[in-house]
C-alpha cells in the first residue's frame, strides 16, 4: 500500500523545524511561509518568501526545506515558489525575529546594575574621544570599573 501524502497541516508543522540561519526562529513562525499545497500524489509546492530577493542564504534554506519535507512518507517531491515580503512583511518578521532572540537570550552573568554610556556623533572631529576618555577617567575615580571601546560604524 503507498503512504498517503501528508495534509497541509503536516507539512507546516514539518516546516517549523526549518529555521531561518540569519532570524533565528523557525520560518512558519516568522510568516515566511504562505502557501502550502499538496498533490493527491505527494507532489508538494511550498510558497516562501524571503526579506530580500537576492537572500544569500537561500540556498541553505531551500536545502532544509526539502530535506525535511521529504521525512515524510508520503511526499514524492518538493517544489519551492520564492518571493519577497513587502516592506510591511519584512517590518513585521523583523519584530518577530527581535523578539524571538529576547525571550531565548541566554542568561548572561553581566550585572544588571552595569550602565553603558553611548557617545557619538554623526560627524568627525568634535571632541568624541575627549569626551570618552575624560568621562572613563573622572568614573574610574570614583571607584568603578570602566571599559572603552572606540569603533566606526559604516
Known amino acids: 500500500m503507498e ?3 501528508p495534509s497541509e497541516a503536516q507539512v507546516f508543522e514539518l516546516l517549523r523545524s526549518v529555521i531561518d540561519p540569519e532570524l533565528g526562529a523557525d520560518i512558519v513562525s516568522l510568516g515566511m511561509v504562505p502557501t502550502v499545497r499538496v ?15 537576492g537572500c544569500p542564504l537561500r540556498s541553505q534554506i531551500k536545502r532544509d526545506i526539502e530535506s525535511r519535507v521529504a521525512v515524510h512518507p508520503g511526499v514524492t517531491s518538493v517544489h519551492i515558489e520564492w ?41 568627525g572631529g568634535v571632541g568624541k574621544s575627549s569626551v570618552t576618555v575624560n568621562l572613563a577617567a573622572a568614573v574610574a575615580a570614583q571607584g568603578f570599573t570602566v571599559g572603552v571601546l572606540d569603533a566606526d560604524i559604516l
Request: net charge negative; proline share 8%.
Open 83 to 123: 518571493g519577497e515580503m513587502t516592506p510591511d512583511e519584512r517590518t513585521d518578521v523583523m519584530m518577530k525575529a527581535r523578539w524571538n532572540a529576547r525571550e531565548n537570550a541566554p542568561d548572561t552573568e553581566v550585572p544588571v546594575t552595569t550602565r553603558i554610556l553611548a557617545i557619538a556623533s554623526g560627524k
Open 39 to 53: 498533490a493527491p500524489d505527494g507532489a508538494v509546492d511550498v510558497g516562501v518568501k524571503l526579506t530580500i530577493g
Open 3 to 5: 503512504p498517503q501524502a
